[in-house]
């Protein structure tokens, strides 16, 4: 959606949303989940490592926009990818959930709890705005 169709749609002057938010274009899914977003990005992670890729401690999401409350997106993701018995959990932030993801992951690696861990984040914030 450009930022003209979102002026159009709420009324407001042409180039405002743009000329105050610097974003000329919106991307909404249709069917997609951030489960399906976040398991597809790892994915994409992983095939340039090929047999390299080993298996990470720990799933962490990092998501402002969580796909539902129980369970946590991280699992939702862990369960796309076919991954069993990895322990996952969610830091939901708002804007700041990777941030405060990688002090978390980097306290656990720290502490000597894990040693590898995968931080995804997936939003899909579009399928909750209700325009009219």
Same mark, same amino acid.
């Given at each position: 959606?450009?930022? &003209?169709?979102? /002026?159009?749609?709420? %009324?407001?002057?042409?180039?405002?949303?743009?000329?105050?938010?610097?974003?000329?274009?919106?991307?909404?899914?249709?069917?997609?989940?951030?489960?399906?977003?976040?398991?597809?990005?790892?994915? /994409?992670?992983?095939?340039?490592?090929?047999? %390299?890729?080993?298996?990470?401690?720990?799933?962490? !999401?990092?998501? !402002?926009?969580?796909?539902?409350?129980?369970?946590?997106?991280?699992?939702?993701?862990? #369960? &796309?990818?076919?991954?069993? !018995?990895?322990? +996952?959990?969610? =830091?939901?932030?708002? +804007?700041?959930?990777? =941030?405060?993801?990688?002090?978390?992951?980097? !306290?656990?690696?720290? #502490?000597?709890? =894990?040693?590898?861990? =995968?931080?995804? +984040?997936? &939003?899909? #914030?579009?399928?909750?705005?209700?325009?009219?």
């Amino acid at each position: 959606m450009t930022a &003209e169709e979102i /002026d159009a749609l709420l %009324s407001i002057t042409p180039g405002w949303t743009e000329r105050h938010t610097g974003v000329a274009r919106r991307h909404y899914v249709s069917t997609e989940t951030s489960a399906q977003l976040g398991a597809a990005a790892i994915r /994409d992670m992983i095939e340039p490592l090929g047999a %390299s890729f080993t298996m990470p401690d720990l799933l962490l !999401g990092a998501s !402002g926009t969580p796909q539902q409350p129980i369970p946590c997106n991280a699992a939702l993701i862990a #369960a &796309e990818l076919g991954w069993h !018995g990895i322990p +996952c959990f969610d =830091v939901n932030a708002t +804007c700041l959930s990777f =941030v405060v993801a990688l002090q978390v992951a980097s !306290g656990l690696i720290a #502490a000597g709890h =894990v040693s590898r861990i =995968v931080i995804v +984040c997936a &939003e899909v #914030a579009s399928k909750g705005l209700h325009w009219i």
